[in-house]
């Protein structure tokens, strides 16, 4: 299986100000996926990250406010921009194992985010 | 587009007692499907996958799931429920080996001793 490491695994931030999340994986990945979760809500897929090229977002979701990046096929980050309350949720990142197409999505912990 | 329904918000079992976990899904062609448990303050937990095979797949645990193609089922299963077995769980479909999970809205479990 996948390990991977996500920090911060919370954190609570002033409106207005970002908040960059890392997710390391122990082996190399074709691709992430970075989902949000609201609070007792289900996990929304926000974009996919794919090495050397730019992220594709799901709808209602922007470049802008989530800017992801993914320089290597162990690492990507997310960031939270120009935050607001609204934006308090568990952002989680995950992958698919590039040598097997068949495997399960590991995620990495979460990170707990609160915007006051 | 492929959806997952867990037509339960909250599933009440007393421990001991088999427990199932419901999830209907909608996806084009053949579907990958997964079971994951969130326990508080922890990540996703994989439990269980069908890709392929056998319509029966045991998983972590001792869950298992049973996967119904005419009716686009994908049920949790446990045949002894234990307390430390309460979390949340996620049903998760995707249509291909190389897309993204999407994922019911979850199920919470509660076994009472």
């Known amino acids: 299986s996948a390990v991977i490491s996500q920090k911060p695994s919370r954190d609570i931030c002033q409106r207005g100000t970002s908040l960059t999340i890392q997710c390391q994986v122990d082996s190399q990945v074709t691709m992430m996926f970075w989902y949000r979760q609201q609070p007792g809500q289900s996990l929304t897929l926000i974009a996919t990250?794919?090495?050397?090229?730019?992220?594709?977002?799901e709808s209602g979701f922007v470049i802008d406010k989530f800017p992801i990046s993914r320089p290597n096929l162990t690492f990507s980050t997310l960031t939270v921009s120009n935050m607001s309350p609204e934006d308090s949720s568990i952002y989680l990142c995950?992958?698919?194992?590039?040598?097997?197409?068949?495997?399960?999505?590991?995620f990495g912990q979460g990170t707990r985010l609160t915007v006051v | 587009a492929q959806s997952v329904a867990q037509p339960e918000d909250q599933v009440n079992v007393a421990e001991g007692n088999p427990l199932t976990v419901k999830c209907t899904y909608s996806?084009?062609?053949?579907?990958?499907l997964f079971w994951y448990v969130q326990y508080p303050n922890r990540g996703l937990q994989f439990l269980l996958k069908y890709i392929t095979g056998d319509n029966l797949v045991k998983g972590s645990y001792g869950f298992e799931a049973e996967f119904n193609k005419s009716q686009t089922s994908f049920h949790l299963k446990k045949p002894s429920a234990l307390v430390s077995d309460s979390a949340l769980y996620f049903c998760a479909v995707t249509p291909s080996g190389n897309t993204p999970l999407v994922f019911g809205k979850g199920t919470r479990l509660s076994v009472i001793a």
């Open positions: 995950s992958n698919r194992r590039s040598s097997n197409m068949n495997t399960e999505a590991f």
């Open positions: 990250a794919n090495q050397g090229s730019e992220a594709t977002y």
């Open positions: 996806v084009s062609g053949n579907p990958y």
